[in-house]
């Protein structure tokens, strides 16, 4: 699996920084946010490094491609949606912060109830809804 050793998320994956982990298959991590948006704000990245989401193969070549990575993102959603009880899940692609294809996910701010940096009691929500 490609990594680049000076990538956050890819130190993340080897496991070299702590994250609250959401979710996790053989491509794919979903942790907890460090800079919340609101409760249950989550990143969703590839474990391989990939500069940006739509660097990410097309659906139908090799693995991970797009459609495994929005299944996963479509599934930690709905998790979320469960969990805090909203409707609304806001999702961002922006890559200019972490150069590392990453999908912010995170509950409607003034929707989801409870402490926004409680990043445990945050993830063992969302991971009850999986």
């Given at each position: 699996?490609?990594?680049?050793?000076d990538?956050i998320f890819c130190?993340?994956?080897?496991?070299?920084?702590?994250?609250?982990?959401?979710y996790?298959n053989e491509?794919f991590?979903?942790?907890?946010?460090?800079?919340?948006q609101s409760p249950?704000h989550?990143?969703?990245?590839?474990?391989?490094h990939?500069r940006?989401?739509w660097?990410v193969?097309a659906?139908?070549e090799?693995s991970?491609?797009i459609?495994?990575?929005?299944?996963?993102?479509?599934?930690?959603?709905?998790?979320?949606?469960?969990?805090f009880?909203t409707?609304?899940v806001?999702?961002?692609?922006?890559?200019?912060?972490?150069?590392?294809?990453h999908v912010?996910?995170?509950?409607?701010?003034?929707?989801?109830?409870?402490?926004?940096?409680?990043?445990?009691?945050?993830a063992?929500k969302?991971?009850?809804?999986l």
């Open positions: 699996m490609e990594v680049m050793s990538c130190k993340i994956v080897a496991g070299e920084i702590p994250s609250e982990r959401v996790e491509n991590l979903s942790f907890m946010d460090i800079n919340p249950g989550v990143q969703v990245i590839p474990k391989k990939f940006y989401v660097d193969p659906l139908g090799e991970p491609n459609g495994e990575y929005f299944d996963v993102v479509r599934k930690i959603a709905r998790a979320i949606q469960g969990t009880g409707e609304y806001f999702s961002k692609m922006m890559g200019d912060e972490v150069h590392h294809a912010w996910l995170f509950p409607h701010p003034g929707e989801a109830e409870g402490d926004k940096n409680n990043f445990k009691e945050n063992e969302i991971r009850s809804q």
